[in-house]
């Protein structure tokens, strides 16, 4: 299959990689600096089981790119809709397009842009970029895709690839609660910069984390979104499943780079206000990191 | 007079090189490194009328102190107790003792360990070490003194050291105003490094300073104190007032030093679980306070 991913961070390079690798024809949308790397030495990824390096297309102009059976949509949620225009002219008219991005608005932006349905997957994947065309794989493979028309193809498309991939008929419900441990996690471990284990041992952490999660859950409920009553204990595992892990938050904040808060805490925060419920927590937390981005106080 | 300062920070330098160029005897109890500066190169302390050098003696042990007329405490308040024990060789029957720290509980826990009335003092002076023995002034020189039995003599004393000086009858107010500032300002200014004129353009700074300080505000009422209307409007007539300024806990966590935080916003979220009162925002700026602390990923 003809496969177009826009975004060659470290999500859309280790999914992109993968089905490279299981012999997709895969081209990235990429700016000049990631585009020269890929076309000169294709995608490097270390993995636990060993380190691959894989070939592939790049492009840096979305007028390069052509009709193309599916679009993986993998940039940050403040690029959303510049993603959106960017996809364009790799639509045929049964091109599915993937929206692998934190946050829970994105497939509904990209589909107010490209005017046709995207589906949502959530990523419970562990990467981080060591530099341009080169991604290192920290642990998980697991896919959660949103059920659509051609559901079976979608997942058994993945799958193949080496993805553990789930079908779910409450996609928001499972990117909401994606979102809950973002704004419990990304925060504190990026103006911290401290890993998931070191963090937790600090007291009053996961006071914090259950606050921030609280408000969540009062904005879903609000918003006629369930959440699993599993969601607390789940919280938790995370530490245990990845303690030398730092969000992505923590890494774009030590890059000096914008970060996804807007879309994370930030949301929760104006659908707070809108709703007229109080998000304290996640309002101190939004806040800190704008105004880290802003002083760089944190770049190395 | 005979006057001994425990602790050589900023504060401490400041009000007690001022004490010694108006004629006093001044001794400090200072840490080995300070001592050394001290007994060699005296005090020097810049202003923005110009550098002055004065000379002061310093002990390096609290049993070298001598009985003196009054005694200033100008520790973080983590080393309260230990200040109260080290003070007690320079007690006289008649000699008087003040806090200059920030805080509402330290005159009161001096007062534990050292059996004798301790007079709280609220400071309104912003200054930062350059070095050991060498001080910075950038702008204050307000001193608001818990009223006591020698309120008069006290008040002249400092007054004649060139400090703008009020007695006040509601001195735990006073402290408890302060505090609700520094609830405030200091977390968010240690946690971002920015000054305070820069820091307050970002948006959402102002709602997250209403709401530190209006949970501040339900404890003190809760404990019966109150605060004046103002305490809003007062709130953002000190970034006007000192646009460059730092708080000192972003200076600590730019040394890599322990902070006062557990003495501000932790006072807030101690009492708050006490009286079952919920300070989210708060224990947020705690919780990130310390996780700085242990991390060091603002040291320089």
Redesign the interface.
């Known amino acids: 299959m003809h496969v177009v991913v826009i975004g060659a961070g470290a999500i859309g390079s280790y999914v992109g990689g993968a089905l490279a690798q299981s012999g997709h024809d895969v081209t990235f949308l990429a700016r000049p600096a990631q585009y020269e790397v890929l076309r000169q030495h294709g995608l490097r990824c270390d993995k636990v089981t060993g380190k691959q390096s894989v070939s592939v297309k790049a492009v840096p102009q979305t007028q390069d790119l052509k009709p193309a059976d599916c679009v993986l949509v993998c940039v940050k949620s403040a690029d959303t809709e510049q993603a959106g225009r960017d996809l364009i002219p790799a639509l045929r008219p049964d091109t599915v397009v993937f929206s692998l991005q934190n946050g829970v608005e994105n497939a509904q932006r990209l589909e107010s842009v490209t005017h046709r349905p995207v589906v949502p997957v959530a990523v419970y994947i562990a990467v981080s970029m060591l530099a341009a065309g080169h991604v290192v794989h920290h642990g998980g493979n697991r896919l959660v895709i949103g059920q659509a028309e051609n559901s079976a193809n979608n997942a058994a498309f993945f799958a193949q690839a080496g993805f553990t991939v789930t079908v779910s008929s409450h996609i928001m419900t499972v990117l909401w609660e994606k979102l809950m441990v973002n704004c419990a996690y990304n925060g504190?471990s990026a103006?911290?910069?401290?890993p998931y284990a070191?963090?937790m041992q600090?007291?009053?952490?996961q006071?914090?984390m259950v606050?921030l999660v609280q408000?969540c859950q009062t904005v879903a409920s609000a918003l006629g979104i369930p959440s699993s009553p599993e969601i607390m204990e789940n919280l938790f595992t995370i530490t245990s499943a990845m303690p030398e892990q730092m969000s992505s938050t923590a890494q774009d904040l030590r890059r000096g780079k914008p970060t996804e808060i807007e879309a994370l805490n930030g949301y929760i925060?104006r659908k707070g206000q809108e709703l007229g419920i109080a998000t304290?927590?996640n309002?101190?937390?939004?806040?800190?990191t704008?105004?880290?981005e802003?002083?760089h106080?944190?770049a190395r």
């Open positions: 504190l103006l911290s910069q401290m070191r963090m600090i007291d009053g952490v006071d914090v606050s408000e925060v304290p927590a309002q101190v937390i939004l806040v800190l704008r105004l880290a802003k002083s106080c944190l």
